[in-house]
């Protein structure tokens, strides 16, 4: 793959809960785990679902970075002011580069 196509930086947060010393209640939180160079390719089509007399627009978009065996579904990347919540991980040859499908969170 070529490099000069990872034109994105984008920044892969990880989900962090606490308990609050002064008030002991649960403190959730989202820590930046790290900043990487991507290739993004915005889906061009959503998907809708119809429920409960609503309609959702779900917008799709793949991520593709260098491998890190540290990535998760629990993840979330934050591009352009937008949050990306991670939905999959697939490796691409031979865990060089990983592909992260997410779903734009609203």
Same mark, same amino acid.
């Given at each position: 793959?070529?490099?000069? &196509? ?9 989900? /962090?809960?606490?308990?609050? !010393? ?6 959730? !939180? +989202? !820590?930046?785990?790290?900043?990487? +160079?991507?290739?993004? &390719?915005? !889906? ?13 627009? @779900? ?14 579904? @629990? ?29 734009? /969170?609203?």
């Amino acid at each position: 793959m070529d490099a000069g &196509k990872f034109d994105e930086l984008v920044t892969i947060e990880s989900y /962090t809960e606490s308990v609050s !010393s002064n008030t002991g209640q649960h403190v959730r !939180s +989202w !820590s930046t785990y790290a900043q990487v +160079w991507a290739q993004v &390719k915005e !889906s061009d089509f959503g998907s809708e679902l119809v429920g409960a007399e609503r309609v959702e627009h @779900k917008t799709r978009v793949n991520f593709i970075t260098r491998w890190d065996a540290g990535f998760n579904v @629990k993840m979330r990347i934050n591009w352009g002011g937008n949050y990306y919540n991670i939905l999959n991980i697939a490796e691409k040859e031979r865990r060089l580069y990983a592909n992260l499908l997410t779903e734009l /969170t609203s």
